[in-house]
Nanobody
Framework: QVQLVESGGGLVQVGESLRLSCAASGRSISMYAMGWFRQAPGKEREFVARITWAGSTDYADSVKGRFTISRDNAKITLYLQMNNLKPEDAAVYFC????????????????WGQGTQVTVSS
């Protein structure tokens, strides 16, 4: 079993930055692919970014150039640096982990955190 706990969410102004963290415990995730997803009220959970165990990354078009996903396998932590935040970025952000190849699909992930709220005020 893998337990994931997100932190770092909050209220920011348009154009500001936040860094989300996702701490993993229970089992080493060094060989797991990981991802960030988000869910706004009334909308489905959507892919934001993913990273392979080797560090290769991929992003949703809506966040490319503004968000950066990274991982520290020694600290067993996943990060999402979010810059130039926009009102449409407001959502609950979830981290997720899966064995094997990374994926943009919600259904592909085995483990999920409880989420952290990001609010962007204009």
């Amino acid at each position: 079993q893998v337990q994931l706990v997100e932190s770092g969410g909050g209220l920011v102004q348009v154009g500001e930055s936040l860094r989300l963290s996702c701490a993993a415990s229970g089992r080493s995730i060094s060989m797991y692919a990981m991802g960030w997803f988000r869910q706004a009220p009334g909308k489905e959970r959507e892919f934001v970014a993913r990273i392979t165990w080797a560090g290769s990354t991929d992003y949703a078009d809506s966040v490319k150039g503004r968000f950066t996903i990274s991982r520290d396998n020694a600290k067993i932590t996943l990060y999402l640096q979010m810059n130039n935040l926009k009102p449409e970025d407001a959502a609950v952000y979830f981290c997720a982990a899966r064995r094997g190849a990374s994926s943009t699909s919600v259904l592909a992930y085995d483990y999920w955190g409880q989420g952290t709220q990001v609010t962007v005020s204009s």
